[in-house]
């Protein structure tokens, strides 16, 4: 319900993608709105392949000034904004973005924060670094293209990408000097200091343990105390790869710590601020 507090003059924005019924993004941005008592309500579209373009258009239509991109449209936001307004390096170098402002001149911007706040989640949850650190990536989609970015822009020494289709990590790896696919897992995460997890093993979207949230994209036995893990799954909290870090001693780092460092970076490109990420981090836990 819309409070008593929004009126014609509140700004839109919100999450678009397909599903979005389970996403956590409504309940942590219109925390950081209301405590930065901005006239903002964000929302959920459930936005059609095939429907993304219509979804931009109604930006400057409906006034909506940002979006949230999701599953599975970032690569197609990419590909629209880079002809219908400006994209940033980020976008440029990753052809994925996540995050969509609609500018004072109708025109629209696209960049993508996956990536830092993969980082910003992992220097702020742990004691790891990224810089000089060596990193294994797992999977090779818009969110690993994202995070491989900026683990480089971040200094880290080396990134590996570990992916079924090696095709797909080659794509990614190919952009950068010191980043390869993997050759041979056990060994590259036996010299890793971080192993990051961008694929959905483990997902569950009702957020319960099942036998799904427990399946692991790696063997587990890989996993030691020197590892820091973190997995971009947020639905269950615990997934079975960061039940196994936590038990071995690792340092593990859930996805909801991703999911709020990279919507406090969506803030900033709407807002010109960053919004709490702890404030954002109890809200959605309070919905849990």
């Known amino acids: ?39 903002w309500l964000y929302l959920a579209f459930l936005v059609e392949i095939g429907k993304v373009k219509d979804a931009l258009d109604a930006m400057s239509v409906f006034g909506i000034a ?14 629209l904004v880079r002809e219908l307004g400006e994209i940033d390096e980020i976008v440029r170098s990753t052809n994925s973005a ?27 949850k ?23 970015y900026s683990l480089i822009k971040n200094g880290a020494s080396e990134v590996v990408i570990a992916n079924r289709t090696p ?24 010299n890793a200091q971080i192993i990051i997890n961008t694929t959905p093993v483990g997902f569950n979207a009702s957020g319960a343990k099942s036998s799904e949230s427990v399946l692991a994209p790696i063997d587990l036995n890989l996993i030691n105390e020197t590892h820091t893990v973190l997995d971009a799954v947020y639905r269950p909290l615990e997934t079975g790869l960061l039940f196994a870090a936590k038990k071995v001693g690792a340092q593990a780092v859930d996805g909801l710590e991703m999911l709020v ?28």
């Open 98 to 124: 996540n995050t969509v402002m609609l500018r004072q001149d109708g025109s629209i911007f696209a960049t993508n924060t996956d990536g830092q706040g993969a980082c910003n989640a992992i220097e702020a």
């Open 126 to 148: 742990s004691t790891q670094k990224i810089a000089n650190s060596r990193v294994v990536v797992l999977g090779a989609g818009g969110t690993a293209s994202a995070v491989v």
């Open 1 to 39: 319900m819309i409070s008593s507090s929004h009126d014609s003059g509140t700004r839109l924005a919100a999450v678009i993608g397909n599903p979005v019924a389970q996403s956590l993004s409504p309940i942590i941005h219109n925390a950081v709105f209301e405590s930065l008592k901005v006239k």
């Open 261 to 288: 460092h990279q919507a406090s970076l969506q803030q900033e490109v709407w807002l010109g601020t960053r919004g709490d990420t702890e404030l954002m981090r109890r809200a959605a836990l309070d919905r849990q």
């Open 66 to 79: 940002g979006f949230s991109v999701t599953m599975p449209h970032k690569n197609e936001v990419a590909r």
């Open 167 to 190: 095709a797909n990590a080659e794509k990614i790896a190919s952009n950068y000097e010191n980043c390869r696919v993997s050759s041979n897992l056990d060994r590259e995460i036996a």
